[in-house]
């Protein structure tokens, strides 16, 4: 099946400053996404990105996928950007399709 | 519109016990699905359905049925608990990804096994 690598696992900043995630995959996708998981749990659609780039507020994400990478772009991060940040691609076998995940990058922003 | 929901947001069991989570949709979803995430890990899938009276097994199916019986609901069973079940449990759903779907997570189940 596919496999999905995200990096760093973890990642500490001060607020204010900028961050690149990064998410490789094995294999070609047409369905990309990503997550931010709150401090209590709460899983939260950020984008769907197959490919190109798309912007949300101080976030972006840019997906290659004829190179198998995608990245999560946070500008000015403020506290409130902490938590865990998920990559997850669809895979289709046999009529069906689910979402793989990576293991996320542990982001934590100190005031 | 309510979403995902799913019920008990907390339990306890003991060893042996047995439960059965519930998770609802109203979107009309046909996909949904089961996952867990054990504490610092990502998410890994234990069941998965395309459709009332269809299911199939994910990654990590031991221990666990489902039956999907409507489109809205999917419930999980979890017979003979066991301390390897102590995790916290998604619920999610969504229209097929290749049409350019998202997926949508319920607030998570937290379970304890003692």
């Known amino acids: 099946g596919i496999q999905v690598e995200q990096s760093p696992p973890d990642l500490i900043l001060q607020e204010g400053a900028n961050s690149t995630l990064r998410c490789n995959f094995s294999d070609s996708v047409n369905n990309l996404q990503w997550f931010h998981q709150n401090p209590w749990g709460q899983l939260i659609n950020l984008f769907y990105?197959?490919?190109g780039t798309k912007q949300n507020g101080r976030l972006s994400a840019t997906t290659v996928a004829t190179e198998r990478y995608s990245l999560l772009y946070i500008s000015s991060s403020q506290t409130t950007d902490s938590g865990v940040y998920f990559c997850?691609?669809?895979?289709?076998?046999?009529?069906?399709?689910?979402?793989?995940f990576g293991k996320g990058t542990k982001l934590t922003v100190n005031p | 519109n309510a979403g995902v929901t799913q019920t008990p947001k907390f339990r306890i069991l003991k060893i042996g016990q047995s439960m059965t989570l519930q998770c609802t949709q109203d979107?009309?979803?046909?996909?949904m699905y089961w996952y867990r995430q054990d504490p610092g890990m990502g998410l890994k899938l234990i069941y998965y359905s395309v459709g009332a009276g269809i299911t199939d097994k994910g990654e990590v199916p031991n221990g666990y049925n489902v039956s999907r019986s409507t489109t809205e609901d999917f419930p999980l069973r979890l017979e003979l608990a066991a301390p390897s079940q102590t995790s916290v449990y998604f619920c999610?759903?969504?229209?097929?990804?290749?049409?350019?779907?998202?997926?949508?997570f319920g607030e998570g189940s937290w379970l304890t096994v003692v």
């Open positions: 999610a759903s969504s229209d097929p990804f290749w049409s350019g779907n998202t997926i949508y």
């Open positions: 979107m009309n979803h046909n996909y």
């Open positions: 990105i197959p490919s």
């Open positions: 997850a691609v669809a895979e289709r076998r046999g009529g069906s399709e689910k979402l793989v």
